[in-house]
């Protein structure tokens, strides 16, 4: 088994255990590949930053979003069904930017600080990158997926 498939497995059976529902758990594991497709100028995610993300937690939100960045994390933060007024109570963000690989992180991480301003204060916010040369020069497709607490911290 390669190291990815091993961590793709381990990230499946963490996620197995989780106290979620079946249909959840499903939809988790349907999407964890867009978090950990690995490239040599990727910076992904592991099980640790998953288990950062989805432990203890009481939801989850999912969603996509494609455009210039600010406007791709709009779009994805409502996806997953959010305003910016409900990040506050979310605790926990892992954030994928597939962008080109020539791309301005400068405009990421303009995005990232919107997350950061709106987020609950006390917020693991984790993010990665993946390169694809099919993307606009400018544009990215954000990938995020976001948790709440059970119990306020």
Known sequence: MSKQNKAISDIIEFIENLTFSKQTKKKITANIGLFIKSKEDSIDFDLADIKTILSDKDKFY??????????????????????????????????????HPDANLSKVSEAIEIIDENAHED??????????????????????LVSKDIFER
Do not use: R, W
């Open 62 to 99: 999912f969603g996509q979003g494609k455009g210039k960045p600010k406007e791709a994390l709009y779009l994805a933060i409502t996806d997953a069904k959010l305003s910016l007024c409900d990040l506050e109570q979310c605790t926990g963000f892992l954030v994928k930017f597939i962008l």
């Open 123 to 144: 917020a693991d916010i984790i993010f990665g990158t993946t390169s694809n040369e099919s993307m606009g020069i400018d544009d990215v497709e954000v990938v995020l």
